[in-house]
């Protein structure tokens, strides 16, 4: 089986408001105050480019699914045996995948354009059908 993707759909707009509230932070302490040192009118630019960055870098891929374990990625990972899936609940969040060998895995369905989400859901339900038999 081949690796597929699933994107997240959702850019946190926080990143991009704190980046200008940056901006706005240090184009009035360069113009209305002088008193301070100079290492504090300089804080804002490396964290406008850090908030500009996280904004631009952070739809990225959200769940994949490769050789019948599907994953989580970003530094707090989690992977879930698809051939070990009991059954799965779904309520109006998602759908939560249960296992008797391994830990509940949550799919967030905020995170997930329509399309995938119904994907996704299609090939879990192949899964969930084959542990059945």
């Known amino acids: 089986m081949s690796v597929i993707e699933f994107k997240n759909s959702k850019k946190k707009k926080a990143n991009l408001i704190t980046a200008v509230l940056w901006i706005i932070y240090s184009i009035a302490m360069f113009y209305y105050d002088s008193k301070n040192s100079i290492w504090y009118k300089y804080l804002g630019i490396p964290l406008v480019f850090f908030y500009v960055l996280a904004y631009f870098l952070d739809k990225g891929i959200i769940y994949q699914i490769d050789n019948n374990i599907i994953k989580t990625k970003g530094i707090f990972s989690k992977s879930f045996d698809l051939n070990d899936l009991k059954r799965i609940n779904?309520?109006?969040?998602?759908?939560?995948?249960?296992?008797?060998?391994?830990?509940?895995?949550?799919?967030?369905?905020?995170?997930?354009?329509?399309?995938?989400?119904?994907?996704?859901?299609?090939?879990?339900?192949?899964?969930?059908?084959a542990t059945e038999q």
């Open 90 to 129: 779904r309520n109006q969040h998602g759908m939560r995948l249960i296992s008797d060998q391994q830990n509940d895995f949550r799919i967030e369905k905020s995170f997930l354009t329509i399309e995938d989400y119904n994907t996704l859901e299609s090939i879990l339900k192949t899964y969930e059908k």
